[in-house]
């Protein structure tokens, strides 16, 4: 076994081959290894080791994995998008071993059940997908036993460190505004708000696949032949005359290897397999560039057609994330703010191992639903929808909205300070974007719009409108409020009602919303809104004849030998944080794969 930055000259040839050390990549690669020990599996990482990086294994230090110059995030931007206010979008993707588990927000969010059940997919269903959810993790939480799993890698816990006052007071908040406390808003069919378990241990690190699954094997001595490259990119799949998978082509990633030789690249073959697990936007330009994909797109970039599939890049998906920022009343010990903000040392935390490295700021988070007099009040377009997927679906939320204890975004101009951010996120956006390939290469540019907001009657637009109003009005009910950081929050016309609403004494107090208020508040989320880092849907599991790119057992349609498992195959929408969807496809993946090997029992 081992970790490479450049592959030995002995190795040119493997059973297995895994383009991604991801989520999903890591999983496949140590069930696979467990299953066989004898197997050789090759795992390559365009980003560097994850192993012991501070910013990883700390919760609290989440933030700098994201800062403009870590190479832990890569930074996809997009051109200027008309419906956005005419800007352009970042969206930030995971660059090294143990991909978005190792950098995201660590919240711990179950699909429902009716999102798996919506898949249509044989072997897809809740119930079939249920005992993977739960083989994953290790619970540390009461609920009904049957809900969770016990035994798994990945420990699910509270953590060494809460903040009880800011969690209290916003569950009580959330309350007053009609959303009851659930106790386990992960047992798929809860509505309601709920304090958050997280992807920590009990002792504070956090619980990413790396560590948790594929660094113990790579150290026990009993998987010899497990090996992963880190800081290399797979160009493209090669095919045989029979268009069966039969490699890749890797090269040196210019941001992490200083100095490399860009001409080095190099061919490696597999055996039995070669599993693509790149992610949203990495795996289909991998496809493009292998010959797999809309045949005029690739006549257009003069790449020789392999496999006739527009799927490919077709329908990307993301959770449209508004984020909204309050002065608080919190004490210091209740927020991240002295982290964040510069007047806590670093430093001296980890030097005493201190409780608060093991925090995310994340307590609780929701599942929610308009009430019926809010859907009137959205328009016909929208009751049509909602009438149409929502309203006899009742597990099926609208949105999730969460409390950060802190500041969220740029501190700049932002004075220094206690406060807290509620986020909230369309759980099942209508709204469409795609990426594709411009070019042969890897260094060609990406056509990638992110489509937010696109959808024809602007339900997704409505949804953000209605979730603003209610996140305001648990703000305003909450005991730590202290007012708005102005420009974090849409710019009200003159004499607005809504100004002089948050100013009464009386925190029951309806606000008051006129056509020109949601007129601002329209223009705010379209100048505003973000990534929520949940992209998933571009090279989904389906009917190739509905723009399917993957049958329900993973394979690629129109080749051999080649797998997808990774968040790119997820064909609907899922209320919840992707990480747990795509541990969960990893472990699914493992096990078919395995079986397809015939690997059960050895």
Known sequence: ???????????????????????????????????????????????????????????VLWRGNYAPDNPNVYWHKTPKEKQLSDRESFVQVANLLGGGSSVNLMMYMRPQQCDFDSWGM??????????????????????KEAHHGYSGPIQVSSGPYRAMDAENDFIDSMSQVGYTEVEDLQNVDSIGVTRLRKYVSPEGKRQDVAHTYFHPRLQDGKHPNLNVLVESQVVRVTF????????????????????????????????????????????PPILERSGVGNPSLLKQVGIPLVADLPGVGHGYQDHHLSMYSYKSGLPPESTT?????????????????????????????????????????????????????????????????????????????????????????TAYPYSRGHVHITGPDLDDELDFKT???????????????????????????MKAYRGEISDRHPTFPPGSKTYSSLTTDDATKSIEYTPEDDAAIEQWVRQNLNTCWHGLGTCKMAPQEKMGVVDEKLGV?????????DLSIVPENICANTMNTAAMIGEKAADIFIEELRLRGQ
């Open 1 to 59: 076994m081992g970790i490479y930055t450049a592959l030995p000259e002995n190795i040119q040839e493997v059973d297995v081959i895994i383009a991604g050390g991801g989520t999903a990549g890591c999983i496949v690669a140590s069930r696979l290894a467990d299953a066989d020990p004898e197997l050789s599996i090759l795992v390559i990482e365009s980003g560097r080791d994850n192993y012991n990086e501070p910013t990883v294994i700390h919760p």
């Open 122 to 143: 044989k072997g897809w269903t809740a119930d079939e997908l249920w005992p993977f959810v739960k083989k994953l993790e290790t619970y540390h939480g009461t609920s």
């Open 240 to 283: 045989n005359e029979n268009r069966r998978a039969s490699g890749v082509e890797v090269r040196p990633n210019p941001v992490t290897q200083s100095n490399p030789d860009q001409s080095s690249r190099r061919l490696i073959k597999a055996r039995k397999l070669v599993v693509v697990s790149s992610g949203t936007l990495g795996t």
């Open 337 to 425: 703010d002295g982290v964040h903000g510069g007047t806590v040392d670093i430093p001296t935390l980890l030097a005493n191992n201190d409780k608060i490295l093991g925090w995310n700021g994340i307590d609780t988070s929701s599942k929610i639903r308009p009430t019926a007099s809010e859907v009137d009040a959205l328009g016909s377009k929208f009751k049509e929808a909602w009438d149409r997927d929502f309203r006899d679906t009742r597990s099926k939320p609208l949105a999730s909205m969460f409390l950060m204890s802190g500041l969220y975004g740029d501190r700049t101009g932002v004075p220094p300070g206690k406060y807290f951010t509620i986020g909230v996120y």
């Open 451 to 477: 489509g937010y907001l696109t959808d024809n009657d602007d339900i997704d637009l409505k949804t953000q409108i209605w979730a603003y109003k209610i996140q305001r009005k648990v703000a305003q009910r």
């Open 557 to 565: 349609y129109g080749v051999h030998g080649l797998k997808i498992a």
